[in-house]
């Protein structure tokens, strides 16, 4: 089955605790992008990276990060330092090879972190 | 730097009447533009998308976008609704020259809320 698996759906963290959210794609894309989605503030970018071994961050960094060791893996790391990681975190990738299909971006199924 | 504006956040319409989402966006280049639609705990999923070419863009389930470069506007329409469209939807823009490329700039969202 093709296409962008996130995991866990579901993580819940003690305050000051890091978690690690999975991402992982066999759609031989390029660039993968992390987003955080809070009701009525639509999607924010937290890190993206457009090739192996190479990423930078988007606009709400901060307390966040990343790693691409593999073109199929693009794991997020929520550390101690993010103040209200409470949220949706939507993975996406995107063929940057193809121009004919524009900048189309490919969302998984998303993760939801609950801090407790 | 890029914005997008949907100008309503909830949008409640009954079954079988017409409904338009409305996003405006600015950007001092030419961009692409994408509508997005998000059901209840999932990702998001690509609804259409303007590249180039014809103004009107078209959905496989009846919606449609119209590109307005003077009104710097991308609203969203469809004749007539049915219970299952409703959803969340998000316009987003991004710039196809530059550093940018791929990074998708993302409206607040518009939930749409279809009544029997």
């Known amino acids: 089955d093709g296409g962008i698996t996130q995991s866990p759906k579901y993580l819940f963290r003690k305050e000051g605790q890091n978690v690690t959210l999975s991402c992982e794609q066999n759609?031989?894309?390029?660039?993968m992008y992390w987003y955080r989605q809070d009701p009525g503030q639509g999607l924010r970018l937290i890190y993206y990276?457009?090739?192996?071994?190479?990423?930078q961050k988007g606009d709400i960094a901060e307390g966040y990060s990343v790693s691409r060791e593999k073109k199929e893996s693009f794991p997020l790391t929520v550390t101690s330092a993010q103040k209200n990681p409470t949220a949706f975190y939507l993975c996406?990738?995107?063929?940057?090879?193809?121009?004919?299909?524009?900048?189309?971006?490919?969302f998984g199924e998303g993760s939801w972190l609950t801090v407790v | 730097a890029q914005s997008v504006t949907q100008l309503d956040s909830q949008v409640p319409v009954f079954e079988e009447a017409p409904v338009e989402l409305r996003c405006n966006y600015s950007?001092?280049?030419?961009?692409?533009l994408f509508w997005y639609v998000q059901y209840p705990n999932q990702g998001l999923q690509l609804l259409l998308k303007?590249?180039?070419?014809?103004?009107l863009v078209e959905s496989i389930n009846g919606f449609e976008a119209e590109f307005n470069k003077s009104q710097t506007s991308f609203h969203l329409r469809k004749p007539s609704v049915h219970i299952s469209d409703t959803a969340e939807y998000f316009c987003?823009?991004?710039?196809?020259?530059?550093?940018?490329?791929?990074?998708?700039?993302f409206g607040q969202g518009t939930i749409l809320t279809v009544h029997p």
């Open positions: 303007y590249l180039s070419g014809s103004t």
């Open positions: 996406a990738t995107q063929d940057r090879g193809r121009r004919k299909s524009g900048n189309t971006i490919y």
């Open positions: 990276s457009q090739i192996v071994n190479d990423f």
């Open positions: 950007s001092s280049v030419s961009v692409y």
């Open positions: 759609l031989n894309h390029d660039a």
């Open positions: 987003a823009v991004s710039d196809p020259s530059g550093t940018s490329y791929g990074k998708l700039t």
